[in-house]
């Protein structure tokens, strides 16, 4: 996938980015695909690796999860008027963007999309905040970053509550940067995040780690990842991995230490508007071998309510 672009009935965008970030990265982090194992596309059972190389056939199956409904009942989109519908538009890359070694005969290809709805009830009953959207959009943050500079790097202008912000470093070819002997390349030991010049977060890259596989499980037992084996050559692994040259700022706990999906009342949200700067400093940024300078890029979870924001209710 390209890019993926996908749109309500009324024209907002809700989904924007290329297909790593938007069909991986998002129900990754977001916490809308699954929970532990499963919040990785490449650990759903449907998932089978691309056959490469001349011999191969270039077959695979992806599974993912475009998501609207970021707690239960709230997100959702209408799609019960046949003349007013959302949009969902995939621009699929070139088969040698895929296959470094193209095979004999390319495969064909088919998309299915399956969506999920909330049934209408004789006596009418509206999820809750209806009108409300969380909304992921895909944004180059500036300056580019040289190795071991000391400088602060501004985020997109953003405008309304954010329940996970995921930061992605990329060199100058387009590839993410890698870890390196067990460290995260290009990352700095000690980030911070600003929010109007004021810190909110200021810990070792490490902790930041930490507290993200405390709360979605990403990254927990790195140095005890099972590969999955058996007839169907399943080539995810479990627990999930953290993707090299991302991290991910999790405000989905309100409940507890964890992420726990859908299940979450709001309460830890972090409030902008579009005035708001959010920037990430690095006193100074790592090292990085090539490709420099590095882009940060952020895709960030954007709750707009279409009122205030309700928080803390049961599910009704």
Not at 259 to 287: I, V
Not at 292 to 297: A, F, R, V
Request: net charge negative.
């Amino acid at each position: 996938m390209q890019l993926v672009q996908m749109k309500d009935a009324f024209g907002t965008q809700l989904l924007t980015g290329p297909g790593y970030e938007i069909a991986n990265l998002v129900p990754l982090y977001g916490g809308q695909f699954g929970l532990d194992a499963m919040r990785s596309p490449a650990n759903s059972p449907q998932f089978t690796a691309v056959s490469v190389g001349t011999a191969g056939t270039g077959n695979y199956q992806f599974s993912t999860y475009f998501p609207f409904e970021f707690a239960k009942g709230y997100g959702v989109i209408s799609g019960a008027n046949a003349a007013l519908l959302p949009v969902l538009q995939v621009n699929m890359a070139a088969s040698a963007t895929v296959l470094t070694t193209p095979t004999t005969t390319l495969p064909t290809l088919a998309e299915t999309v399956d969506s999920d709805f909330y049934w209408l009830p004789n006596v009418p009953t509206d999820p809750p905040g209806i009108g409300t959207t969380c909304q992921w959009i895909f944004q180059p943050s500036n300056p580019t970053i040289s190795a071991g500079a000391s400088t602060v790097v501004q985020l997109p202008r953003l405008g309304g509550y954010l329940n996970m912000i995921i930061l992605e470093l990329r060199g100058t070819t387009g590839l993410r940067v890698t870890e390196v002997a067990g460290s995260d390349e290009g990352w700095p030991v000690r980030p911070k995040l600003l929010v109007d010049g004021v810190p909110i977060l200021d810990t070792l890259f490490s902790t930041l780690a930490e507290d993200l596989a405390i709360s979605t499980g990403i990254g927990a037992a790195a140095g005890n990842t099972q590969t999955v084996v058996g007839a169907a050559a399943n080539a995810g692994t479990i627990p999930v991995p953290r993707p090299s040259g991302t991290i991910g700022i999790n405000y989905k706990n309100s409940l507890s230490q964890r992420d726990l999906g859908l299940m979450d009342t709001g309460e830890t949200y972090l409030s902008t508007n579009p005035g708001t700067q959010l920037e990430l400093a690095g006193y100074p940024w790592g090292a990085h071998a090539a490709n420099g300078p590095n882009t940060l890029n952020a895709i960030v979870g954007q709750i707009v309510p279409s009122g205030a924001l309700i928080q803390g209710l049961p599910e009704v």
